[in-house]
Nanobody, 128 residues
Framework: QLQASGGGLVQAGGSLRLSCVAS????????MGWFRQAPGKEREFVAA????????DYADSVKGRFTISRDNTKNMVYLQMNSLKPEDTAVYYC???????????????????????WGPGTLVTVSS
């Protein structure tokens, strides 16, 4: 099971740090990721990090502002969000991938199908 936390209300330009803990064994995880869904919009990829090695991928919309990291010893993944914009407002979901990404797939997106475990989400609201 996954549980995300750290959401809240922040002004534009501010920062938030999301955390996600994976209960139970995580040694079958290929990667961990963050997705978000804004009101009236489809869920979209935000960031992902390989469980082994630590390589990370980002959506173009957050690259340079968000940083994903993980602590394998604690089964934790984090999303540091800086320079937040009103358009970052969404429910953010933590997810675990047990299916491998294709070698030719682009770095700036991950297919949600690869993620087989999802947390309940945490709301991030950025005011202008």
């Amino acid at each position: 099971q996954l549980q995300a936390s750290g959401g809240g209300l922040v002004q534009a330009g501010g920062s938030l740090r999301l955390s996600c803990v994976a209960s139970g064994r995580a040694d079958n995880y290929y990667a961990m990721g963050w997705f978000r869904q804004a009101p009236g919009k489809e869920r979209e990829f935000v960031a992902a990090i390989y469980w082994s090695g630590g390589k990370s991928d980002y959506a173009d919309s957050v690259k340079g502002r968000f940083t994903i990291s993980r602590d394998n010893t604690k089964n934790m993944v984090y999303l540091q969000m800086n320079s937040l914009k009103p358009e970052d407002t969404a429910v953010y979901y933590c997810a675990a991938a047990t299916r491998k990404k294709g070698s030719r797939d682009p770095d700036n997106t991950w297919d949600p199908f690869l993620f087989t475990s999802w947390g309940p989400g945490t709301l991030v609201t950025v005011s202008s």
